[in-house]
């Protein structure tokens, strides 16, 4: 069955006239709940089955901007009062999506908003939602992953009901942190969410892709809200070109692409919803293959898939303390440094999945976890596997992990089973299970099975699925009893005949007491490929392991006529330790550049210290380290190799840098690349992407002066002649704020001010830019960067 969804709110209330600049929308559910009863009714008189609330900056941390946020259950009692009001064709009581917007904050480490402040405002605005009688949770427009999975546990913790999460996604088919739809589906579907889609941000065309993609992965229904085509400045006005009936023409191939559930967002009237009525009279939703589950692990912007079908996948075993006192004291002590050096080496050595265990007596387990996952995740895309046996440091851990995550390990011991398969079902993460009991370790291959049984059966009976499982061989020594490895290598292959999942283990047991132990493991580790292993834990940096592993790929036909090992040859001989360029190995300007780039504010410190030590100006310095790893950061974050988390710290690591050069060479400390007033203009109070921009910009040298978000055009024209303004950036998203600019850029002129203008937002276009005649638009806060430094230079 196909599900219609309303249109654009906004748009309506913006040509009735009821939106007052700098007041507080969702207030017409209290002030004029008829007029907004009106507008539901014609949306669904037009043919919607489902009528969103009006609700979208309805939760207390958007509300606090009004000094309403004491007022969250009142507003959206009443959104929802007034949506039940509306009346079907047939009486049936229309249904009632209760709609969450996003906060306008971005998650810690991006910004400064707190997992638990998040989850929290969620909580009280879901829970306000269905007690008012809302039939679904709609959390829409959202453009970080974390930040959803914030708002979806919260949803699911306080509500019964069916949640559906949509994101926005930019042209390049991506959010603005990165994430893309493949990767989004897997790790919303895996949490719960019991609708997935897609909605603002791009026109109908642009993502048809995006739902086939979303299709490709989840069972789950798909919905998809556009926009009416990107918005243009006639007139003075904002218009959204796309006409009823070229919208409606895209509504089939939307639903040919998987969607069930199918509206529109900024721009689009009732007259578009009932042209998406009329295209879909008769047309059914395809029937799709069935999908195989797979075992598929996300971080927030890359999903790593682990099946036999595909070449092996190294699990990354460096980061943790256990026989190692250095990194075990560094933890102890606070510092992180190891850490993220490892997880950035093991990742360049070949690790596709990264195991983060934090075992280190005396300490806080849960904190450590939480800050080793949280400063990992941003500083590489590789999954991560929590490897613990503490429940509480578990949670932590998958709490504030922005991805889909493998929990190392569940075994058939009973506390492990009680504890650790429900946060598993929680938090989406898979499970790697380990053939172990209360009584012991199971010697023999059908032993083992037998345990396997009891945790797949308990862990399926909770929830989990086929694509939920990696199962570990467990490895005992040869030296001890003769027959470990062919124990293991009938495990593996009775693993592979009866549930057809991957499997996993640690090598090195197997010589443990045993001369020449890397010839052992590595003979072994081949015999283990070829018997069914899929994704060792192991040490990325082995010379012998990873010959073996490309030796074996060639032999197994899972790297077809020896390709990569023919390319690869010349290499068989060097450490993947020492094929990784190491700080201390490079000249001081080149460490700087690479602790810029890899995002290393805790260490570049030191290293500013020896590149003044070596004699090194700061002007040289800041060109040729700083200055150049920003332009290669950019480059990169323009063709799609790096996205926003990996800029950001690269930007704080410039920032450390910098604060390094002022404190060693004082004199300096006046000098600026220029002076950037910043503002998100009147009646908009959206500024993350305004916060994102001045983050890159006072990070690089300029100086800064952030007007914060609803600004009147005066006061910006005032802070720019006050402050000699080299640069006036504005900001706006509202489709119903957009025009401010074209006031600023007005009054800026009238009172020649020769500062350039510099435009952005979610919905503004360069044609706009062009009409209200802004100097340049920033698609991103990369692009801006580069354009303040463009105009920097030119002067």
Not at 542 to 562: F, H, I, T, V
């Amino acid at each position: 069955m196909i599900h219609i969804f309303d249109g654009a709110m906004g748009t309506m209330f913006q040509q009735l006239g009821l939106l007052q600049p700098g007041a507080c929308p969702e207030m017409l559910c209290l002030t004029n709940p008829a007029e907004v009863t009106k507008v539901h009714q014609r949306y669904a008189d037009a043919g919607a089955n489902i009528i969103e609330t009006f609700t979208f900056g309805a939760s207390a941390l958007k509300l606090e901007h009004y000094g309403l946020q004491d007022r969250v259950v009142e507003l959206n009692t009443a959104a929802v009062k007034a949506a039940k009001a509306v009346k079907t064709a047939d009486g049936k009581p229309i249904k009632v999506a209760g709609g969450m917007g996003p906060s306008g904050r971005f998650v810690k480490p991006l910004g400064d908003l707190d997992f638990e402040e998040a989850y929290q405002n969620y909580f009280q605005q879901a829970g306000a939602l269905e007690a008012a009688g809302a039939d679904y949770i709609l959390i829409e427009t959202f453009i970080d992953i974390q930040e959803m999975r914030a708002a979806l546990l919260a949803a699911k913790d306080a509500t019964r009901l069916p949640v559906i999460c949509q994101l926005s996604y930019s042209e390049d088919g991506r959010t603005v942190t990165g994430t893309d739809p493949q990767t989004a589906a897997i790790t919303l579907d895996a949490m719960g969410a019991d609708i997935i889609g897609i909605n603002c941000s791009l026109g109908p065309e642009q993502l048809v892709p995006i739902v086939k993609a979303i299709s490709e992965n989840t069972t789950k229904p798909i919905s998809v809200q556009p926009n009416a085509g990107m918005p243009q400045l006639i007139d003075g006005k904002t218009v959204f070109p796309m006409s009823p009936a070229d919208f409606g023409t895209w509504a089939p191939k939307l639903v040919q692409a998987g969607a069930t559930y199918v509206g529109g967002c900024c721009g689009t009237t009732p007259e578009h919803i009932a042209a998406i009525k009329s295209a879909l009279q008769g047309v059914e939703p395809p029937k799709f293959a069935p999908l195989r589950r797979r075992l598929m692990l996300t971080s927030r912007s890359k999903t790593v898939t682990v099946d036999k079908e595909l070449p092996t996948v190294l699990i990354g075993e460096r980061i943790n303390p256990t026989g190692r006192k250095k990194l075990a004291a560094e933890i102890k002590d606070g510092s992180f440094a190891s850490v993220k050096r490892e997880a950035l080496d093991q990742v360049k050595a070949g690790a596709k999945l990264l195991d983060v265990n934090m075992g280190v007596g005396g300490i806080d387990q849960a904190a450590a976890m939480k800050r080793a996952v949280t400063e990992i995740a941003q500083l590489t895309d590789a999954p991560l596997a929590i490897d613990t046996s503490d429940a509480t440091a578990l949670e932590a851990g998958l709490r504030a992990y922005p991805g889909r995550a493998l929990i190392n390990s569940v075994s058939a011991e009973v506390e492990r089973l009680e504890k650790f398969i429900p946060l598993a079902k929680k938090y989406g993460a898979a499970i790697l299970c380990l053939p172990l009991t209360d009584d012991g370790i199971p010697k023999t291959a059908p032993e083992r099975l037998a345990v396997m049984d009891k945790i797949i059966s308990t862990a399926k009976a909770a929830g989990l699925k086929d694509g939920d499982f990696l199962l570990d061989g467990l490895v005992m020594t040869v030296a001890a009893d003769a027959d470990a490895c062919n124990h293991t290598l009938e495990t593996l292959r009775l693993y592979r005949e009866k549930y057809g999942y991957p499997a996993t283990m640690g090598l090195s047991n197997i010589s443990f007491g045993l001369p020449n132990r890397p010839l052992i493991n590595s003979t072994f580790f081949t015999m283990c490929l070829a018997a069914g292993l899929d994704a060792p834990i192991m040490n990325p940096y082995d010379e012998s392991m990873q010959n073996a592993l490309m030796a074996s790929m060639a032999l197994l036909g899972k790297d077809p006529n020896g390709r990569d090992f023919s390319r690869n040859e010349k290499n068989l001989a060097v450490p993947k330790k020492a094929a990784v360029a190491k700080h201390v190995e490079l000249t001081p300007l080149d460490a700087l550049k690479a602790a810029v780039i890899e995002g290393e504010a805790d260490e570049i410190g030191t290293l500013v210290e020896n590149a003044i030590n070596a004699g090194l100006e700061p002007n040289e310095i800041t060109e040729k380290a700083l200055t150049a790893a920003m332009n290669e950061i950019g480059v990169d974050f323009g063709a799609g190799r790096v996205f926003l988390p990996q800029v950001l710290l690269s930007a704080e690591a410039m920032r450390s840098a910098f604060i390094k050069l002022k404190e060693k060479f004082p004199a300096s400390s006046d000098s600026t690349k220029g002076t950037v007033v910043l503002a998100t203009v009147k009646g908009d109070v959206h500024d993350l992407g305004k916060n994102i921009v001045g983050a890159l910009l006072e990070n690089s040298g300029f100086n800064l002066i952030d007007l914060g978000k609803d600004v009147p055009a005066e006061d910006i024209v005032a802070a720019a002649r006050d402050n000699k303004a080299a640069i006036v950036g504005l900001c706006a998203l509202m489709t119903t704020t957009m025009t401010e600019i074209d006031e600023v850029i007005r009054q800026l002129k009238a009172q020649n001010i020769d500062a350039k203008v510099m435009v952005g937002g979610a919905a503004l276009t360069q044609e706009y830019a062009d009409e209200a005649g802004a100097d340049y638009y920033a698609s991103d806060g990369v692009v801006a960067l580069n354009i303040a430094n463009e105009i920097m230079g030119a002067n």
